[in-house]
């Protein structure tokens, strides 16, 4: 007899009846998506947790969507994340959404429950956790640079959360306009919206300044055409680049006395939420946040 057929004769060991060699599986759509890092930090924290679960990223064409969505309800996924160009296309393939996901017009996490497809949106909500860190915004005045689908979904949270006043600045003022009607008539939230000409002056008597542009992704030297001698001390100033997590605005601000907030916080809250979703578990957001920080090649006081 081999030793591996005595090994499952040996009444000593466990059966093969025993072994649960299925792991729970979750991931992301996207193309191109080589540059991804959220498989590596949600894996990371999967490990550290002792989850068997496996993340999977996908290259998903746009013509294909339709069937990435059914293959991973056929194969039993218990969720998966969105990402460009398939935030709002994939909405006509799913079976509900929530109210944010609703509002903002996008999706980002589906969680599949019994085989039904639920679309939602943590790319505010992920921002709003880390904003919460250091600052409620509740009665707060917001000035948020960018009108694109993160500058959205950060808006509408942002007024569900109960911002006194959000003012989103963009060059084409029409964008930005869509933006602060969808706050207006979805929440309480004053929300007005400003062409964003030259270099954009902070108004007095705002509390954070939130750059919401791509402005800064993979250059540490990049800045969004700001006044910076309108920054002012005690202000927040968040930044949703990643990579660098320490942008120039931010080490700007710092300099100024203000509190900078680094992209990295929303990425890491966004992967927490969606598997609180999908799993009903909480990550180690710390083991999520240094996998980046290696990733990246920084440290974690940068």
Not at 131 to 138: C, I, R, T
Not at 208 to 229: H, K
Not at 278 to 283: C, F
Request: glycine content about 10%; hydrophobic content about 45%.
């Amino acid at each position: 007899m081999h030793s591996y057929a005595k090994l499952f004769a040996t009444s000593q060991e466990p059966r093969m009846s025993d072994q649960n060699f299925r792991s729970i599986l979750t991931g992301s759509f996207s193309t191109p998506c080589a540059d991804n890092p959220t498989v590596a930090m949600i894996e990371a924290a999967y490990h550290h947790a002792g989850i068997d679960a496996r993340y999977i990223n996908c290259d998903v064409q746009a013509s294909n969507l339709a069937d990435a969505v059914k293959g991973a309800v056929a194969m039993e996924w218990v969720g998966f994340n969105c990402s460009l160009p398939h935030k709002v296309a994939v909405i006509e393939h799913l079976d509900a959404l929530t109210d944010a996901a609703r509002i903002i017009g996008a999706v980002n996490c589906v969680t599949i429950r019994d085989g039904r497809t639920i679309g939602n949106n943590t790319d505010g909500k992920g921002f709003l956790a880390s904003l919460k860190d250091v600052v409620d915004p509740a009665g707060k005045k917001i000035f948020l640079l960018g009108a694109g689908g993160a500058a959205r979904a950060i808006a509408v949270e942002l007024g569900l959360a109960g911002a006194a006043h959000i003012t989103v600045v963009n060059r084409d003022a029409a964008k930005a306009e869509t933006i602060a009607a969808l706050v207006r008539d979805n929440t309480d939230s004053e929300t007005t919206a400003t062409p964003w000409e030259g270099k954009v002056q902070i108004p007095v008597g705002t509390d954070v300044v939130i750059n919401a542009t791509s402005v800064g992704l993979g250059d540490a030297n990049a800045l969004p055409e700001i006044d910076l001698s309108t920054l002012k001390k005690g202000q927040i100033v968040a930044d949703v680049i990643p990579n660098p997590p320490m942008t120039r605005l931010l080490r700007e601000a710092r300099e100024k006395g203000c509190t900078p907030l680094d992209g990295l916080g929303m990425l890491v809250n966004q992967g927490v939420i969606g598997v609180e979703l999908w799993l009903g578990k909480t990550l180690d957001a710390d083991v999520m946040k240094k996998t980046l920080r290696d990733i990246f090649g920084v440290s974690g006081a940068s």
